[in-house]
């Protein structure tokens, strides 16, 4: 599709959207007349924001009791909620250990088997910079999973303060680009990598969520990028859209490069202090993560580091790195060539546990 025909999808579909719903099939019949692609892109739009309405409203999640017990582990207090469940701090009774277990709300026996397998798998990651996932289960027919309780504050509300300097971003970027490595060499793919699943606590940057990323087809997909409903007001969009590559935009399965473009994302957001891709709405960001260049960096961040996140965000995932081991290298080797201090990462109050919006997205 040409960049004039976007145009006038973009055009149709605001135009159509003002419309009663009843009306709107008509309408774009009567507007698009004569443009079969236009007419059509624009009504796969429409059903793909109908069901983005569907899909956003309608989480379900189970609540727990606090004293209930379920198989080994006494529940407390809830952390939060959020489309993938609730999580819960909860104690390991047997081991005598502060754990969060997430009771996940996919309510179909296949989902919740694909979820089961690949909470598995994250399990045998071991890594310090990786929250461990310990143990999964049942009760009642509802699938659980138990994992490190992180205590820390999360990299989005660091971020939240203002760009962090070039030191801070290249030690953290550097912990999650080994920790993907990590993962990536045993089969494991985060696929929701974003700011609000770094974890950053005494001892750096740690990786939530291994494995457990919500599994959208690509109908959910197309709903997510192409509703016309405002970010700011849909938390879930908000957290997960801004970072996604664009082969997942484009309905493909994705791999660890989808990973990496991820890392890009983060690493902008360190050193820049907001987003490489900005949009109002889901159709407008969707629009900019694959049509258009990253938003440019500020004057003081280091060429090299502008260029390493320039690679990580190339559209083409042949033209990214192609290993999280080779961001890791660069990252280490601008390190090295920069001479960057070492640093004191800030104190982290004791009892602070927002770790666990991990999984809330």
């Known amino acids: 599709m040409t960049p004039e025909q976007w145009a006038r999808v973009t055009e149709v579909f605001n135009a159509a959207l003002a419309q009663d719903a009843s009306r709107r099939a008509a309408f774009v019949a009567d507007t698009a007349a004569g443009d079969e692609q236009v007419r059509s892109e624009v009504e796969r739009l429409l059903e793909a924001d109908l069901r983005a309405t569907d899909f956003i409203e309608h989480p379900a999640a189970a609540t727990l009791s606090s004293g209930r017990v379920i198989s080994h582990y006494e529940i407390g207090h809830i952390l939060g909620s959020g489309g993938m469940g609730r999580v819960y701090a909860a104690r390991d009774i047997e ?23 690949e909470a598995q798998h994250a399990s045998r990651l071991s890594h310090p910079h990786i929250c461990h996932i310990y143990d999964v289960g049942r009760d009642d027919g509802q699938l659980f999973i138990v994992m490190e309780l992180v205590e820390g504050r999360s990299l989005a509300d660091v971020i939240r303060e203002g760009p962090l300097s070039i030191a801070n971003a290249t030690k953290y970027s550097i912990e999650i680009a080994d920790a993907l490595a990590h993962a990536h060499e045993r089969g494991v793919t985060h696929r929701d990598l974003k700011s609000t699943n770094v974890m950053i606590t005494a001892r750096g940057a740690k990786v939530l969520d291994f494995g457990l990323a919500r599994m959208l087809d690509t109908h959910q997909i197309d709903a997510l990028s192409q509703s016309q409903r405002s970010l700011t007001a849909e938390g879930m969009i908000a ?123």
Request: net charge positive; glycine share 8%; charged share 20%.
């Open 95 to 117: 081991l005598g250990r502060e754990v969060a277990l997430k009771v996940a709300s996919l309510d179909s026996h296949d989902a919740q088997a694909r979820l089961r397998r």
């Open 239 to 361: 957290g997960t859209l801004p970072y996604m590559a664009p082969e997942l935009l484009r309905g493909a399965r994705g791999d660890q490069r989808a990973d990496i473009w991820a890392l890009g994302v983060l690493l902008y957001e360190m050193v820049g202090g907001r987003r490489p891709f900005t949009g109002g709405t889901g159709f407008e960001l969707s629009a900019a993560i694959l049509h258009q260049p990253p938003e440019t960096l500020p004057a003081i961040v280091p060429a090299p580091i502008a260029a390493i996140i320039q690679r990580c965000l190339a559209k083409d995932p042949g033209d990214r790195y192609q290993q999280a081991a080779a961001v890791h290298a660069a990252l280490e080797e601008m390190k090295a060539v920069s001479g960057l201090p070492r640093i004191r990462v800030p104190a982290i109050p004791k009892r602070l546990t927002v770790a666990v919006l991990l999984l809330l997205a």
